[in-house]
């Protein structure tokens, strides 16, 4: 039986093209259920309150950069959004007095136009927003030195540091087209007109420019951008699924409004069933060896029809 055209985008895949059994079932979950979608491989955490649920994200980067050492020079992977941790993540390293000499990190993402990642002075720029909100703000005789901070600018040199230094953890959030970075759907085209690709072919998909699913640029331009979709790329670099499973673990946070309360019960149960399907590129980290979700309690929320 031919899978529904998405009610969003007929042209793209997304997760509105999925059987209705597992979007029914992802709706009636509860926070309890959420705790209880944990497994080997899979670990579901709730924080109570948003101080606690952001300075458990930042003290991420500062565990990972703890153990790096000149024979282990080890990194994280980081997101622009959510982004209230980066300012913590600086003040922690300052009042630690931790030496980031031989530590690394990875922007996993950045916007590009006409062919090429934007310049740091584009008022959407993850690669000024991650110098401006964290890098800049450590002192500098404990900062890490530039050639440690990887932004995908080069798409090669990016994919290749991962072969070079180890990167411990892959942290994000979660879009409304439920990607991690910016591993959207693909478009409805070509050999996936009748089905998406299988979750081994876009396993195999690394570092890249893409494009940009339609919900990807209406939700960006929303947390953003006040809404003014025209500012908006319609592409973007990103690191892809084999750099993802390069690394130890992948953190995915939560705080409940870069994606709704049924996107975030969503991901969760096709994880934790092993139902991955690359019209949820999220699903796909079923197969991952160590997956954490962390949720803000209030931003669970409930899926009930509630008018506004």
């Not at 331009?221 to 973007?236: E, F, H, I, K, N």
Request: aromatic letters at 10%; one cysteine or more; a negative charge.
């Amino acid at each position: 039986m031919a899978r529904p055209l998405s009610k969003v985008a007929p042209e793209w895949w997304d997760y509105t093209t999925l059987d209705g059994k597992i979007l029914e079932a992802a709706a009636r979950l509860t926070p309890d259920d959420l705790l209880g979608l944990s497994r080997e491989g899979f670990e579901v955490r709730i924080f109570d309150t948003l101080e606690e649920f952001y300075c458990a994200e930042a003290l991420e980067y500062i565990h990972t950069w703890q153990q790096a050492t000149a024979d282990n020079p080890v990194g994280i992977c980081g997101p622009i959004g959510p982004t209230a941790q980066l300012p913590l993540v600086a003040r922690i390293v300052n009042d630690l007095n931790i030496d980031l000499r031989h530590a690394h990190f990875w922007g996993m993402d950045e916007w590009v136009e006409n062919g090429v990642p934007v310049p740091t002075d584009h008022p959407l720029s993850f690669a000024k927003a991650d110098m401006e909100l964290c890098f800049d703000r450590i002192r500098a005789e404990l900062r890490m030195p530039a050639e440690n901070i990887h932004f995908p600018t080069d798409l090669e040199a990016f994919s290749q540091s991962f072969d070079q230094f180890h990167c411990l953890v892959i942290q994000g959030g979660q879009g409304e087209v439920k990607h991690w970075a910016f591993n959207d759907p693909p478009r409805r085209a070509g050999d996936y007109v009748d089905a998406p690709p299988s979750p081994e072919e876009y396993r195999q998909l690394a570092t890249r420019v893409t494009d940009l699913h339609p919900m990807t640029i209406i939700q960006n331009a929303r947390t953003s951008g006040g809404g003014y979709v025209p500012q908006v790329p319609l592409c973007a670099a990103t690191v892809g699924p084999v750099e993802t499973w390069k690394t130890d673990t992948v953190s995915i946070w939560h705080p409940g409004y870069h994606d709704n309360p049924f996107g975030i019960r969503l991901t969760a149960l096709m994880i934790s069933q092993q139902i991955p399907d690359s019209s949820v590129p999220m699903s796909l980290l079923a197969d991952h060896p160590n997956v954490r979700f962390s949720y803000y309690r209030d931003g669970i929320g409930t899926v009930e029809a509630e008018m506004h």
